[in-house]
């Protein structure tokens, strides 16, 4: 599938899980945005098409929305001297640049679409910051799942040989319905757990 249909896709499942909470929405985004695209860095080197600069372009965008929401309203999390006293994060930080090096360099859905980068990359994000590393990781397999619909194979078991469906082509009908159904998705959970987040306060208070 394309770049906004996987950001879409992701991210609606990421809100899905997410608790009603102003917090817990923010991570969503962060972890969902970032989880649902990683996957295609392979399509990042060399000369990037135009909706691999815009599916990067709109990521980037809910996460730093998502980052400064977060820093700048509860300033718990991201602290710049929690996360550079830590050597575990800074290992962690270190580890995930090499898998992701590994990974842009590899041919298009091969090691970065696999098991191994998921498991591998899932645990480094669990180290650098818990509360996005389920989100991520919830983005990353939405990933694969709509990748495996097509009719180009994902090596989802790298080494061995890649499988799909072979149901879809990437940029077609499937795409644009899967894409409206996420962004509608999307929208209906942020207001609704916002809405929810909003009744339990006021019960609270
Ligand atoms: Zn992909």
Redesign the pocket.
């Known amino acids: 599938m394309m770049s906004k249909t996987h950001i879409a896709v992701g991210i609606a499942a990421s809100l899905a899980a997410a608790p009603a909470t102003a917090e817990g929405l923010s991570f969503a985004l962060m972890g969902g945005a970032i989880g649902s695209l990683i ?2 860095i392979d399509r990042s080197s060399d000369r990037p098409s135009r909706d691999v600069r815009q599916g990067w372009g709109i990521a980037f965008t809910v996460f730093f929305t998502a980052f400064m929401h977060e820093s700048y309203v509860y300033w718990q999390t991201f602290r710049a001297e929690t996360i550079f006293s830590n050597p575990l994060i800074l290992v962690c930080l270190g580890l995930l640049v090499v898998l992701l090096l590994f990974a842009i360099n590899g041919a298009h ?1 091969g090691f970065s ?1 696999s098991l191994l980068m998921f498991f591998a990359s899932s645990v480094l994000v669990f180290f650098i910051n818990r509360q996005t590393s389920l989100f991520y990781a919830i983005g990353f397999l939405t ?1 694969l799942f709509l ?1 495996l619909l097509n009719k180009k194979p994902v090596r989802i078991f790298y080494p061995a040989k890649g499988i799909c469906l072979g149901w879809f082509y990437a940029d077609g009908l499937a795409n644009r319905i899967l894409l409206l159904t996420g962004t509608g998705g999307c929208a209906a959970l942020l207001i609704l757990k916002y809405q929810m987040y909003g009744n339990l306060l006021r019960v609270i208070r």
């Open positions: 996957c295609d859905r679409h990933h990748d």
